[in-house]
């Protein structure tokens, strides 16, 4: 499959392209729609395997694997193209799918989602490095939206449709439901891979196969260390935080391009931008239902309409600078000056006093600078990747994704934990929501230095 011949106004849809285009929209929306639906089917899964004592566990499970298929399909994607982890990925991510909706046990659930975490990570990487081989430069904006707007969907009915399938049939269907489709999503995928055939120059890096992945295993201890800190803030969760950093930057120093933590010019910088802002965004939003709910009120359905908003504010954005042609570093700092101002202007929310409802515009805006930044920083890092890297640096990109998100949101829980509480959250959220747009800001100057 050749990247020069399709026309311009065919860019996704050329003969040569279009299967491949619905593919990755389908694969894509799935693995979101699964990962959007487990928080409402959780409590009756956990109720039902009798598994109270494991409830973060389904969370932290796909995280670690994660980070490991992330990693390694990076690495096979550099030495042989993207062909064999487009192929492992999503049958892991359909056996995780399968086993999970059977489990007998909450420890077979678990198998399940280190099979799908693990998939979902190698599948992401490898779509990154085909997007590279299909589609010409000046199209890659328009496939990276594709992308984003598979993330649509899902945050508009995953939960609810969850919730009904849960409630009316079994959480079982939240997995086994989706089995089939991605067996389509493969299926559809099967020409473009026979086109693509596997490279057997092997022109990836040499470094020492066992070095690679012992750095992905500390990688995903590390994050998930982070992660259950953050969910479970306390002085005992803040120790296993300082130890799981103790795991995770030798690692990082290994996994991410020389320079990415000190923010670099060019492709580090480029790296670290995905985490800052990924980080900022998560992070203000995940605390976002908190104070809608516990200082203003609002039941759990309306706490997340500002997060479906934002969605909306996501595509809208990747549809509308997918289709105009544009320096990605620019975007990219636009995109970081939007969520600043989405960031600091949610502390008016956060207030008994305070105006509510106007965290609904404010997290369109928020969407709308995500939409904006986040291809742009996908098509800058594959432009910046020499060949045979583009698969290690698309894995930097998720890797640094999880670490700013698993980081900024346990500061937050930390926050919380120490200035305020669950019931009464406003004496953290403020600082908090302050802090972030002075990151976010940080985050664009970095971006712009020339």
Request: net charge positive; charged share 10%.
């Given at each position: 499959?050749t990247?020069?011949?399709p026309?311009r106004?065919?860019?996704l849809w050329?003969?040569?392209?279009r299967?491949v285009t619905?593919?990755?929209?389908?694969?894509?929306?799935?693995?979101?729609?699964?990962g959007m639906?487990?928080g409402t089917?959780?409590p009756t899964?956990?109720?039902?395997?009798?598994?109270?004592a494991?409830y973060?566990?389904?969370?932290?499970?796909?995280?670690?694997?994660?980070?490991?298929?992330?990693?390694l399909?990076?690495r096979?994607?550099d030495?042989?193209?993207?062909?064999?982890?487009?192929?492992?990925?999503?049958?892991l991510?359909?056996?995780?799918?399968?086993i999970?909706?059977?489990?007998?046990?909450?420890?077979?659930?678990?198998?399940?989602r280190?099979?799908?975490?693990?998939?979902s990570?190698?599948?992401?990487?490898?779509?990154?490095?085909m997007?590279?081989?299909?589609y010409?430069?000046?199209?890659?904006p328009?496939a990276?939206?594709?992308?984003?707007?598979a993330?649509?969907i899902?945050?508009?009915?995953?939960?609810?449709?969850?919730?009904?399938?849960?409630q009316?049939?079994?959480?079982?269907?939240?997995?086994?439901?989706?089995?089939?489709?991605?067996?389509?999503?493969?299926?559809m995928?099967t020409?473009?891979?026979?086109?693509?055939?596997?490279?057997?120059?092997?022109?990836g890096?040499?470094?020492?196969?066992?070095?690679l992945?012992l750095?992905?295993?500390?990688?995903?201890?590390?994050l998930s260390?982070?992660?259950w800190?953050?969910?479970?803030?306390?002085?005992?969760?803040?120790?296993?935080?300082?130890?799981?950093?103790?795991?995770?930057?030798?690692?990082?120093?290994?996994?991410?391009?020389?320079?990415?933590?000190s923010?670099?010019q060019?492709?580090?910088?480029?790296?670290?931008s995905?985490?800052?802002?990924?980080g900022?965004?998560?992070?203000?939003?995940?605390?976002?239902?908190?104070?809608?709910?516990s200082?203003h009120?609002?039941?759990?359905?309306?706490a997340?309409v500002?997060?479906?908003?934002?969605?909306?504010?996501?595509?809208?954005?990747?549809?509308?600078?997918?289709?105009?042609?544009g320096?990605?570093?620019?975007?990219?700092?636009?995109?970081?000056?939007?969520?600043a101002?989405?960031a600091a202007?949610?502390?008016i929310?956060a207030?008994?006093?305070?105006?509510?409802?106007?965290?609904?515009?404010?997290?369109?805006?928020?969407?709308a600078?995500?939409?904006?930044?986040m291809?742009?920083?996908?098509?800058?890092?594959?432009?910046?990747?020499?060949?045979?890297?583009?698969?290690?640096?698309?894995?930097?990109?998720?890797?640094?994704?999880?670490?700013?998100?698993?980081?900024?949101?346990?500061?937050?829980?930390?926050?919380?934990g120490?200035?305020a509480?669950?019931?009464?959250?406003?004496?953290?959220?403020i600082?908090?929501?302050?802090?972030?747009?002075?990151?976010?800001?940080?985050?664009?100057?970095?971006?712009?230095?020339?």
């Amino acid at each position: 499959m050749t990247s020069t011949t399709p026309t311009r106004d065919s860019a996704l849809w050329a003969p040569d392209r279009r299967f491949v285009t619905i593919a990755l929209f389908l694969l894509v929306t799935l693995a979101a729609f699964e990962g959007m639906s487990l928080g409402t089917a959780l409590p009756t899964i956990v109720a039902d395997l009798h598994g109270e004592a494991l409830y973060a566990w389904p969370f932290v499970s796909f995280l670690a694997a994660s980070v490991v298929g992330t990693v390694l399909s990076g690495r096979i994607s550099d030495r042989w193209g993207p062909v064999p982890a487009l192929v492992v990925g999503p049958v892991l991510f359909l056996v995780g799918l399968v086993i999970a909706g059977l489990a007998p046990s909450m420890v077979v659930l678990l198998v399940g989602r280190v099979l799908q975490g693990a998939g979902s990570g190698a599948q992401v990487v490898a779509l990154y490095v085909m997007i590279a081989q299909v589609y010409p430069e000046r199209d890659r904006p328009a496939a990276f939206g594709v992308l984003s707007a598979a993330w649509v969907i899902p945050s508009l009915i995953g939960p609810t449709v969850a919730g009904l399938l849960t409630q009316h049939l079994s959480w079982r269907w939240v997995f086994l439901s989706l089995a089939p489709l991605v067996a389509v999503g493969v299926a559809m995928l099967t020409p473009a891979l026979r086109q693509l055939g596997i490279r057997r120059d092997g022109t990836g890096s040499d470094e020492a196969w066992w070095r690679l992945p012992l750095a992905a295993v500390a990688a995903a201890v590390g994050l998930s260390a982070l992660t259950w800190g953050a969910q479970h803030p306390s002085l005992g969760s803040a120790v296993l935080v300082v130890a799981g950093l103790v795991v995770l930057v030798p690692a990082l120093r290994r996994l991410l391009p020389a320079g990415t933590l000190s923010g670099r010019q060019g492709l580090p910088v480029t790296i670290l931008s995905r985490g800052l802002i990924a980080g900022v965004f998560f992070a203000v939003e995940a605390y976002v239902p908190l104070t809608l709910s516990s200082v203003h009120g609002f039941s759990p359905a309306m706490a997340g309409v500002p997060l479906t908003i934002g969605s909306l504010g996501w595509s809208a954005a990747s549809m509308w600078q997918a289709r105009r042609q544009g320096r990605p570093e620019i975007r990219i700092r636009n995109g970081f000056l939007l969520v600043a101002v989405a960031a600091a202007g949610v502390v008016i929310v956060a207030p008994d006093w305070g105006q509510p409802w106007a965290v609904v515009p404010l997290w369109l805006v928020a969407g709308a600078g995500m939409g904006l930044a986040m291809p742009s920083i996908s098509v800058r890092t594959i432009a910046l990747s020499a060949e045979g890297e583009q698969g290690a640096n698309s894995a930097a990109l998720q890797v640094c994704d999880m670490l700013g998100t698993a980081c900024l949101i346990g500061l937050g829980g930390a926050l919380v934990g120490t200035l305020a509480s669950t019931a009464h959250p406003t004496a953290a959220v403020i600082p908090f929501d302050l802090a972030m747009a002075v990151v976010a800001l940080v985050g664009a100057v970095l971006v712009s230095r020339k």
